[in-house]
């Protein structure tokens, strides 16, 4: 019997600034585009990912749609970063790509993390420790 294959995980979420945004993140966490869409139904959408990673980030932009704020500065992303020189090149590189260094509401990712804010007001998490769990 051979094991199931992982599921992929997408995050998917709105902007008003679909081509920045997206290129923030390519350039900040080291993504590229593997996926777009216009008009679809409406919409327009990027999908970004690593090549062989079992995630994906979406954003999309609803025609003729106002997209509200962003919600609790404590909804995040957390990437894990276990060795110090690529957490620090990572940090780097997301505050070169337009990401706004700001104090978590949890001081936990503070101790061993930093916080980032994109143009939206959403929160991305670079955590200098390896998951465990």
């Given at each position: 019997m051979s094991p199931r294959p992982a599921p992929v995980l997408r995050v998917a979420r709105p902007t008003e600034h679909l081509a920045t945004l997206a290129d923030m993140y390519a350039r900040g966490l080291g993504l590229r585009v593997?996926?777009?869409f216009e008009d679809h139904d409406g919409f327009d959408g990027v999908v970004l990912g690593h090549s062989g990673h079992p995630y994906h980030l979406e954003f999309t932009h609803r025609h003729g749609h106002a997209v509200t704020a962003a919600p609790d500065p404590d909804q995040?992303?957390?990437?894990y970063h276990p060795d110090l020189d690529t957490w620090k090149?990572?940090?780097?590189?997301?505050?070169?790509?337009?990401?706004?260094p700001v104090a978590?509401?949890?001081?936990?990712?503070?101790?061993?993390?930093?916080?980032?804010e994109?143009?939206?007001?959403?929160?991305?998490?670079?955590?200098?420790?390896?998951?465990?769990?």
């Open positions: 593997i996926g777009a995040l992303l957390v990437f090149a990572a940090c780097t590189r997301m505050q070169a790509a337009g990401f706004r978590a509401c949890n001081p936990y990712w503070d101790r061993q993390g930093r916080t980032f994109d143009i939206d007001g959403y929160r991305v998490v670079l955590q200098h420790a390896a998951w465990t769990r």
